[in-house]
């Protein structure tokens, strides 16, 4: 099984002089999901090399287990320092794909053509796709074959308006995940803030908040299952 995970390249929090990028638990319980399953794990973003940490999340409350074991591996850490570009990728090399959050994707994975071209062909091919917490916001401009919204009539989640405010930001992103799956026609739903909340519908996994990157790790790891299984 080879895996994608897709980082954003962004650092900068709108206007405020804060970096911001991707947040680190939201890509190490994920990595080590895939890493423990056997799985070869290939890290990507739109510019390539090293991309941005939002520094918040390497703060003492939020690190993990898996952000500490992460911090500790070297290979990991090599791939982290080395992703290749986004736009060099094909999702015929892939079983699946995985887009950790942080508020960096809101600014660039939600615009990039290079990412909505990967998630629309990694779905038309068959294969499962999971955005955690601000990266659903990616799914903005991707559409079903027929032009429609790819996310509407479907089951999706993400970062609620109430953890955005939470975190101050609502006059600072560009647009909020919330609003933006329920404009695109999605049917959103969501748990208490900060809590755990994944939704599978067909080959789409969404989770809403950084809580949720290892359960939707999980969700993926079953649904490739089952599509290995179907094919077998």
Same mark, same amino acid.
């Not at 056997?38 to 287990?65: H, I, M, Q, W, Y």
């Not at 989640?157 to 995940?177: H, K, Q």
């Given at each position: ?73 070297? *290979?990991? #850490? +090599? !791939?982290?320092?080395? $992703? ?7 999702? &015929? ?68 308006? *109430?953890? #955005? +405010? !939470?975190?101050?930001? $609502? ?7 919330? &609003? ?53």
């Amino acid at each position: 099984m080879k895996v994608l995970i897709v980082l954003t390249s962004h650092d900068q929090l709108g206007t405020t002089g804060r970096k911001t990028g991707f947040w680190l638990e939201e890509l190490a319980a994920p990595y080590y999901r895939f890493k423990d399953a056997g799985a070869e794990v290939v890290l990507a973003s739109p510019k390539g090399g090293r991309p941005p940490l939002d520094p918040k999340s390497n703060e003492p409350g939020f690190r993990t287990d898996e952000t500490r074991r992460f911090e500790a591996d070297s *290979e990991a #850490e +090599a !791939a982290l320092a080395h $992703t290749v570009r986004l736009d060099t990728v094909s999702a &015929d090399d892939f079983d699946t794909v995985f887009y950790p959050g942080g508020h960096g994707p809101l600014w660039d994975l939600a615009e990039d053509p290079a990412s909505v071209r990967l998630i629309e062909t990694t779905l038309r091919a068959g294969k499962p796709l999971a955005l955690v917490c601000h990266a659903p916001g990616a799914l903005r401009h991707a559409t079903n074959p027929d032009g429609t919204p790819l996310v509407r009539g479907r089951k999706v989640t993400g970062f609620t308006n *109430e953890e #955005e +405010a !939470a975190v101050g930001l $609502t006059e600072i992103v560009p647009f909020l995940v919330e &609003d933006e799956l329920k404009r695109l026609g999605g049917e959103y739903s969501k748990t208490d803030v900060w809590q755990p909340y994944v939704l599978t519908d067909g080959l789409l996994v969404t989770g809403q908040s950084p809580a949720s990157s290892g359960p939707a790790a999980d969700a993926l790891l079953t649904l490739v299952a089952e599509v290995e299984g179907g094919r077998a």
